[in-house]
């Protein structure tokens, strides 16, 4: 202990990153976060002791995941400030991280189980890559070279997140860019109100043709398969009319809900429609499908936060899923490279 200070650390514990008070250095840390962001800390305590000879308790995993979690998603709220800032000529602007002539972006939500007495949050989701790395091994397609974000926010929080993503992933020297996502109308309304004059707003093919089953399933459950492999293939020749005349025509021989469930999916299609022009999709060589955003709910949330008995406070969620999206990113070692202890 200094005696004129009264400190305890001593001058090689910042060089290691041992903080004040803590116990585990900056390197052990550094493993400890990352085992926590991929298993479950139950199962990263296992890990981390078969595999670096490290022992260390679950709850203490749990911390340590927080805390630098935490730590990471400051930073990339600062670097998201960065690319979202106007551009300046004075100011240098950030050098995309993704370099697209046809850029792709798409954007979904899933779901994380909270404990009794939370709801269940919802974790927005987005991907974006250039539409010359996508790729197939066999008949395994895979898209080379994207980024990710996630949020456990709102659109009013996470769209200024889907934003700095878009800009990273080369949007401002992109010639053109696609918008992917399903019918839900937060993402709609953000797109069209924050992406460039010209962006391609493209209405995932897959969830159309669900709403379009249900309701052949609904109208003749006998023979339903006939009636929608009809509109399936109208729909992707992009003969949309044709799909919405046949369910006015109907409309007006039934009664009760099936009437009901009809003006509804005429709705549904009315209101984006201008996002349903797959044949002209097709032939530019856009993608008309969100896989690779499902994709991402799948295997950048819920391989962590929905395995089996996991139930998470909301408070929770964010700092791992910073240090998850870190991981995918590949922007893992970079996070570590400046010792903040020091």
């Known amino acids: ?45 296992e890990v981390l002791e078969q595999l670096a000879d490290i022992r260390i308790s679950s709850s203490h995993i749990d911390r340590l995941s927080q805390e630098h979690g935490a730590r990471i998603e400051q930073i990339g709220q600062a670097e998201q400030e960065a690319w979202l800032a106007p551009v300046d000529p004075v100011r240098e602007t950030p050098e995309p991280d993704v370099a697209c002539e ?69 949007m401002r020297r992109a010639e053109q860019t696609a918008f992917i996502a399903d019918g839900a109308r937060c993402l709609w309304k953000w797109a069209e109100g924050n992406l460039p004059e010209g962006t391609v707003f493209i209405q995932d093919f897959w969830h159309v043709c669900e709403h379009l089953s249900h309701l052949a399933q609904n109208l003749e459950p006998n023979h339903w398969h006939e009636r929608f492999a009809r509109w399936k293939a109208a729909l992707r020749a992009g003969e949309i009319d044709t799909i919405l005349a046949e369910l006015r025509a109907e409309h007006n021989t039934r009664r009760g809900s099936p009437r009901q469930e009809i003006r509804e999916q005429i709705t549904y299609l009315e209101s984006g429609r201008h996002r349903m022009d797959y044949a002209r999709y097709e032939r530019a060589g856009w993608p008309i499908g969100s896989g690779a955003i499902e994709g991402t709910c799948k295997h950048l949330v819920k391989e962590r936060f929905g395995v089996t008995g996991a139930q998470w406070r909301r408070a929770n969620i964010p700092q791992i899923l910073a240090l998850r999206v870190a991981i995918f990113n590949q922007d893992w070692e970079r996070y570590w490279e400046v010792n903040d202890a020091a």
Request: aromatic letters at 8%; a neutral charge.
């Open 1 to 45: 202990m200094c005696a004129e200070c009264g400190k305890t650390t001593a001058p090689v514990d910042g060089a290691l990153g041992l903080n004040p008070r803590e116990t585990f250095t900056w390197g052990v840390a550094r493993r400890v976060a990352y085992a926590g962001a991929i298993s479950a800390f139950a199962g990263a305590e």
């Open 102 to 170: 046809r850029q792709v972006l798409q954007a979904d939500a899933t779901c994380v189980l909270t404990v009794a007495g939370e709801e269940h949050k919802s974790v927005n989701c987005a991907t974006v890559f250039d539409l010359e790395s996508r790729g197939r091994s066999g008949q395994r397609p895979f898209i080379a070279n994207r980024l990710y974000s996630a949020g456990a926010y709102d659109m009013a929080e996470f769209g200024p997140r889907l934003a700095a993503l878009a800009w990273r992933g080369g």
